[in-house]
Each structure stands twice: as structure tokens, then as C-alpha cells.
């Protein structure tokens, strides 16, 4: 009985040995990986004026406590210009996930200017940030290294007064193609070759103008009022009337009798026919002559 006993209290103190090794253990690697890490860098961190740049931000966050789908990183890199989108990828180490954030950049603002050496630029902090599974935010920050940008230009290059010249500086003589005085006296050619072109043309169109005045109806007004009526005997009634009335107008100066037929056919009911407007045209033609 008294062995069983022992036996019962040796296993029980082993059992809490193994307890307290574990619980330790635990609390150590708790100690030793923390939640939430992050830490910041450049590459290079030493350049020239308007030289590329990369800054990179890592991130250490443990699965098990946090929520990674949700995290967040703010990398504030003014004034930095980025040369593009920041670049962000994941990997998976046991429990822990790490996150890179990097982005190329170039400092060309005034800030990054030194006068004398190198300037040193510090950024703002890089903050990351990710709920926890069990309530609560995990915040992590990190301090950017100071970046040293070296000018480009020395203060001896700025004091010299007279840069060296490789080429000649002297303005070189002027070359033509076509010496000014001839191409003057051809741009005059030129000018009084239009202008006789110009006077070419209008005395050209005064031609077919006088041309065309030539050919222009020459008849009396008699002449035509007859034509008129004889091309009338073919024409509509109101066309006959017209061609008629436009007669007896005309004949009123020169034969009273002849004007009182034309009025009198010209309105004639029920309408002066084809045979009576050649009737009347002939006896015109007759009696008064074109």
C-alpha cells in the first residue's frame, strides 16, 4: 500500500513538473516571437541626388493571435517620389506570416539638396496594425533609418566662372542657300509675272463677257412678242393669253386694229385656239412688218 502511494506521488510530482516545463516553454516563446513586428529599411541607404531607392517594410505577425486577412500598413515615404506602385507580398513560416512591403522611389524636391556633404533625410514612422482574434488592436511601429543623399555637384564646380568648352564657341558664318540680292530679283520676277497673269485673266473675262453680250437677243420687242405667240399655240391656255395681251399692248402704238383683234382674241371665250394665234401672227407680220 505504502508503495502504491509512492508510485501515485512520484507520477503526480512528474505530471506537475511536465505542467510547469510547458507553461515556462509557452511563456518563453510568447516572450521570444511577439504578435506583431515590423521594421523598416532602405536600399541603398546611402545615394546621390535623384539615384533609385527602395523602401522595404516587413512585417512579423502571428496567425494564431491576430487576424492577417485584415491588416494594415501605413508607410508614409514623403518626400520621396515613387517611381510606381508599391510592391507587397506574402509568406507563410509556421504560424507566423510575413509580410514585405516595398516600393522604388527618388528624392529630386529641395529638401533632398545638400549645400555642403550629404543630406540626412528621416521619414515618418511606419505604423502596421491588425485586429486580434480574441478583441482588441495590435499595433506595431517602426523607425526608418536616416538616409544620407549626396549632391551631385561640388561647391569648386559652382565657383568657377568660365566653364571649359570642348567646341568652338564663335558664331559661325551665315550660308545661303540663295544670296539674299537673287532671290530678291526673282521674288520681283515672280511678282510682276503675276501681275501680268492677273491682268491676262481680266482682260480674258472682259472678252467673254463682250462675247456674250454679241450673242444676246438683238430682235425689237415686236420681233419677240410674235415669236412669243407663235410658240404659244402649242402652250396651256393662260400662256396663249398672256403671249396675245402682250401683243395688243405692243400694236397699240402702231395699229389701233390690230391691237383691238389681239385684246379681243386674247380674252376671246372660250379660248383663243392654235389656228386664230397663227392667224393673227400672220396678219401682223403683213400688216406691220417685224
Not at 494594415?72 to 506570416?97: C, M
Not at 472682259?206 to 402652250?235: H, I, N, P, Y
Amino acid at each position: 500500500m505504502g508503495a502504491l502511494t509512492s508510485r501515485a506521488s512520484s507520477r503526480t510530482a512528474l505530471m506537475a513538473i511536465v505542467l510547469l516545463l510547458t507553461a515556462v516553454g509557452g511563456s518563453a516563446r510568447a516572450a521570444a516571437a511577439p504578435e506583431l513586428t515590423v521594421s523598416a529599411a532602405f536600399d541603398p541607404a546611402t545615394v546621390l541626388f535623384g539615384d533609385r531607392i527602395v523602401a522595404r517594410v516587413v512585417v512579423h505577425a502571428d496567425r494564431d493571435a491576430l487576424d492577417t486577412n485584415r491588416l494594415r500598413i501605413v508607410a508614409d515615404i514623403s518626400p520621396l517620389t515613387p517611381l510606381g506602385r508599391a510592391h507587397v507580398s506574402n509568406s507563410v513560416h509556421g504560424p507566423r506570416l510575413v509580410v514585405t512591403y516595398e516600393v522604388a522611389a527618388v528624392c529630386i524636391v529641395e529638401q533632398c539638396l545638400a549645400t555642403h556633404g550629404a543630406r540626412s533625410l528621416r521619414l515618418p514612422s511606419a505604423r502596421v496594425g491588425a485586429p486580434r482574434r480574441g478583441g482588441g488592436l495590435a499595433q506595431a511601429r517602426a523607425v526608418w533609418p536616416v538616409l544620407r543623399i549626396g549632391g551631385r555637384v561640388k561647391m569648386a564646380d559652382l565657383a568657377r566662372s568660365r566653364p571649359p568648352f570642348r567646341s568652338d564657341l564663335s558664331t559661325p558664318a551665315a550660308t545661303y542657300r540663295i544670296a539674299p540680292k537673287t532671290l530678291a530679283l526673282l521674288l520681283d520676277i515672280a511678282a510682276a509675272l503675276l501681275a501680268l497673269a492677273g491682268v491676262g485673266v481680266a482682260s480674258l473675262r472682259a472678252l467673254t463677257l463682250l462675247r456674250r453680250r454679241r450673242r444676246l437677243d438683238t430682235r425689237s420687242e415686236l420681233e419677240r412678242a410674235l415669236a412669243a405667240v407663235r410658240a404659244a399655240e402649242s402652250a396651256p391656255l393662260d400662256e396663249r393669253r398672256r403671249a396675245v395681251g402682250l401683243l395688243a399692248r405692243l400694236l397699240a402704238k402702231r395699229n389701233l386694229r390690230l391691237a383691238g383683234d389681239a385684246a379681243d382674241l386674247a380674252w376671246s371665250e372660250p379660248k383663243p385656239t392654235p389656228v386664230e394665234l397663227a392667224g393673227l401672227a400672220d396678219r401682223v407680220t403683213r400688216e406691220v412688218g417685224p
